[in-house]
């Protein structure tokens, strides 16, 4: 018999490797020859561990399993049983999607080669490879693809510069910081299926003239880095990578770097500098990374899932990719549903899903039950939306429109216990913990605005223009998106909740 159960860090954190011992022991003490597939995860996070069986009609999901429901999934030899979910296909959540980012993820062996060719990878690389260097470039241009690390910038165009840089050294550099709240995307795929963001990468060095590149990969991420190393480590050993990939004669190598923790190393040059070894602070831009990045040469900076989607655009055609989407938002994005949720996971999709649709179709509502009250898009820096903005579809200029963004694609849902004046303190505190401190309207801005919001809660209602003023001055002052951002939570709290800003508030409780 043939089992998958899942290697991912969120399913080992719900005990799939005591699940996938205890299948193991009960299988040898059954006498029963199995092959056990340690695959990535489906992106059911509430339903992992999700242990998955190979029959005749396709793959048979269990979940969430517990170790000591082993044996009894044995004795009713895998059949009616209460875990029983039905063929994994067949789930509404996977039939709901459109996964082209995560086609492979949960299906195969993340560290198999064999698997990852069988199941389309490589098609991409081959196709790249047989294309010159102008053609790659209009390609990913074509494709309408655009930066899934926050800014939405349009990738081709950021390839096509350091494209035409002229240096004797140029680089490709992946950012796996991915230090927004309730974001594993990244996290997913390089644990689900490594191939791919190492398939990207290399197409972009191709398309550049890049011969080396890095993934900057965070710390709290083990089982990632454990991962990427060894796929990286494959990958040389098969020729992918290294003097001539594939055997093309174009050279492109690449290794894995862990980062210290910081969230501001996320940000593109604080990354570099954090990368060459010295404090992760933001460097002033110009110059552009793309013309003087790692170690002053041109480098490409990319988001995991930007490099991650490459692969599937050259498998299937850009035309293919850009058919899906809305408005100047080509492609699909993995939305990564987390919070006070009923169904948290990742969902991949095209753009254009309204909100409410992902909170109440695809989360199914709260976990608590109780009436959503707001959902914040895109990380520590994003907006609280309210249900009267629910309607918003989920794209850049959309977003953007009503004073939000779409960042990372994280969306954190709250129920109506929340309170959105500690909500917006909480973004104050979080900007002033992670200010790299190099400008002022941040390093100092975010501790004045603990402080004003403090005095708010106090009842002091002259406090309200000040924090307005306050989030005006480090929106168009701060150097970085750390500082210019961290208004977007702060006044859309204030905007859509006014009535937890109300005086007297907590004198009142
Ligand atoms: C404070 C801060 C943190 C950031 N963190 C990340 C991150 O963790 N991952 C990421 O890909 N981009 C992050 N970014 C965005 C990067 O600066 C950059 O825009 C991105 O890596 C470019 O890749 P893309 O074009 O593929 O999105 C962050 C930006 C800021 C200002
Ligand atoms: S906004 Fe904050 S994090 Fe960004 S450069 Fe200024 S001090 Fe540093």
């Not at 707001?374 to 939306?385: K, N, R, S, W």
């Amino acid at each position: 018999m043939k089992i998958y159960v899942p290697r991912d860090a969120a399913a080992k954190a719900l005990g799939a490797d005591e699940v996938a011992a205890a299948i193991e022991a009960e299988a040898a003490r059954r006498g029963l020859p199995l092959t056990l597939v340690r695959n990535g995860s489906r992106g059911m996070v509430w339903l992992e561990p999700l242990v998955e069986l190979q029959t005749e009609a396709g793959r048979v999901a269990f979940g969430p399993v517990t170790a000591a429901d082993v044996p009894g999934l044995f004795e009713a030899d895998w059949k009616r049983h209460p875990l029983a979910l039905g063929l994994t296909e067949e789930l509404p959540w996977l039939m709901m999607q459109t996964r082209l980012t995560f086609a492979r993820c949960g299906i195969t062996d993340p560290l198999c080669l064999e698997d990852y060719e069988a199941h389309g990878g490589f098609e991409g690389l081959h196709r790249a490879i047989a294309m010159s260097r102008a053609e790659i470039l209009q390609e990913v241009i074509d494709s309408g693809l655009r930066g899934r690390g926050g800014a939405g910038f349009p990738t081709g165009i950021k390839w096509k510069t350091v494209s035409e840089a002229e240096a004797s050294q140029k680089y490709i550099v992946c950012n796996a910081d991915e230090g927004d709240s309730g974001t594993f995307a990244d996290r997913m795929i390089m644990e689900g299926d490594p191939f791919t963001l190492i398939e990207g990468m290399t197409i972009a060095g191709l398309a550049t003239g890049a011969t080396r590149g890095y993934v900057y990969m965070r710390s709290e991420y083990p089982d990632a880095v454990e991962v990427m190393v060894e796929a990286v480590r494959i990958a040389r050993a098969h020729g992918l990578l290294g003097p001539s990939v594939m055997g093309s004669g174009r050279a492109f190598d690449m290794e894995i770097r862990v980062g210290a923790g910081a969230y501001v190393c996320g940000e593109e040059t604080s990354l570099l500098n954090s990368l060459e070894g010295k404090r992760g602070v933001v460097r002033a831009k110009p110059p552009l990374p793309a013309l003087e990045g790692f170690l002053g040469k041109p480098t490409v900076v990319n988001n995991v899932i930007s490099l991650a989607s490459i692969p599937v655009i050259f498998q299937k055609g850009a035309a293919y990719y850009r058919d899906f989407g809305l408005g100047r938002s080509r492609g699909t994005i993995p939305l990564q549903i987390a919070g006070n949720v009923k169904r948290g996971g990742l969902f991949e999709i095209a753009f254009g899903m309204s909100l409410s649709q992902i909170v109440d179709d695809i989360a199914g509502g709260t976990a608590s039950g109780r009436p959503v009250k707001a959902v914040q898009v895109g990380g520590p820096l994003g907006a609280y939306f309210p249900r009267a903005l629910f309607d918003t579809p989920f794209c850049y200029e959309e977003f953007a429109g009503a004073e939000g963004l779409v960042g990372h694609a994280g969306i954190v849902v709250f129920d109506d216990t929340a309170d959105m004046l500690k909500q917006a303190r909480f973004a104050m505190e979080f900007c002033a913990i992670e200010s790299c401190g190099k400008c002022t309207p941040c390093r100092i801005g975010a501790v004045r605005g603990m402080e004003t919001v403090d005095r708010i809660a106090r009842g002091d209602t002259a406090a309200i223009p000040l924090l307005t003023d306050l989030c005006a001055t480090m929106k168009s002052g701060s150097l970085c998106a750390l500082g210019g951002f961290t208004p977007y939570p702060v006044m859309s709290a204030l905007t859509h909740f006014p009535d937890d800003f109300a005086p007297m508030k907590e004198a009142a409780e």
